[in-house]
């Protein structure tokens, strides 16, 4: 009978705390949507089909506020659909940042104008401020003037989850 008990003390410690160092390890999943635009700042051509794109814009998003995004890519003309993997870097108005790797896709929307389909993988040891150690994913839809080229606009959206360490709440 006391072993039963014990065995049943034990169990239920185990639980209470992976329960409590649940969130204070992995964080609370939050939402983490938010819009953005701006332009393409910069083309460097690389050895063919490569070039390494930069886009500089602005925006608002929930977790972040308003925003200042950087997005770097080292993008693949071979290939069909036109592929890219890179860097998103966020700052938010008090300074902190938020890193995230990604890989995407574009498709011709029409002559002249792409959309372009990114998936990010936040980065928990880059990230600063409240977002240090912060995981999750999202996804990113924007349209871009391919027309143009450099200093041609970008706009778009993305959603996801992002995971907090315990205690920080924007």
């Not at 069909?80 to 890989?103: H, K, Q, S």
């Not at 391919?146 to 041609?152: D, E, K, L, P």
Request: hydrophobic residues 45%; proline residues 5%.
């Amino acid at each position: 009978m006391k072993r039963h008990s014990s065995s049943a003390r034990i169990a239920l410690a185990i639980l209470v705390v992976a329960g409590f160092a649940g969130p204070a390890l992995g964080g609370q999943g939050l939402p983490f949507r938010g819009s953005m635009e701006g332009r393409h700042v910069s083309r460097t051509p690389l050895d063919p089909p490569f070039a390494f794109d930069v886009f500089e814009l602005t925006g608002t998003a929930t977790q972040l506020g308003r925003f200042d995004l950087t997005i770097e890519a080292l993008v693949d003309f071979g290939t069909r659909p036109v592929t890219g993997e890179g860097t998103f870097t966020f700052i938010a108005a008090n300074g902190d940042t938020l890193f995230a790797d990604f890989t995407g896709f574009s498709a011709l929307v029409r002559p002249g104008l792409v959309l372009i389909t990114e998936h990010a993988i936040i980065d928990p040891d880059r990230s600063t401020g409240r977002f240090a150690g912060a995981t999750g994913e999202f996804t990113v839809e924007r349209l871009a003037d391919a027309a143009t080229g450099v200093t041609g606009v970008t706009a778009g959206s993305f959603e996801g989850t992002i995971y907090l360490l315990r205690g920080w709440r924007p």
